[in-house]
């Protein structure tokens, strides 16, 4: 009985491993352009990386790929009262874009992963729930840090299911929700433009 507890544990941890692997192809560090730092995902739309509005103030970044390439960044829109950003890049990112999820899918007490770059630790994951229905916003029971803002926040099949953007203290914090970012994407956020949601 011990002994199929412990292969399970051990099946878990490699599973854990390598969802963390695959996943961190599509994280990027962010460096904004006034000194912010943080992470940001490689979106599956051609030549765009997704992070927070509050990792890029300015209007360019330098961004460093999983495979070590370093390129420049433009900001083609923001709307920061829902967090986001989104960068344009000239270089060819096809092969590291995430695989997006549908955030609406979850359910409370679902296995979440957060992939990001906390304090300067590069592609750290961190292992928790969602906490509460999802909705515009997600609700964690995770444990973030500085820098993990604008990272990956991805179900147990691997899939971007939200951008992590705020930690709430005791172990909680918040993230984007995916259906979020796609109407950010779309332009129909549901915001005025005298709100922010603009693009630049």
Known sequence: MVLEVLSRAAQ???ALGQLTREVT???VLVRGSRGS????VVWDTPGLVLTNHHVVPGSSAQLTLSDGRRISARVVRRAPTLDLAALAVDDDVRTLAAR???SDALRVGDLVVAVGNPM???NAPSLGILASAPGDVLRLAVTLR?????GALVNAAGEIVGIPHMVTGNGLALAVSTRTVRRFLAGSSGETESEGLDWV
């Open 37 to 40: 730092a943080g992470s940001g």
């Open 120 to 122: 300067g630790e590069r």
């Open 146 to 150: 500085p820098g993990n803002s604008g």
């Open 12 to 14: 878990i941890s490699d």
């Open 100 to 102: 997006v999820g549908d």
């Open 25 to 27: 192809r599509g994280v």
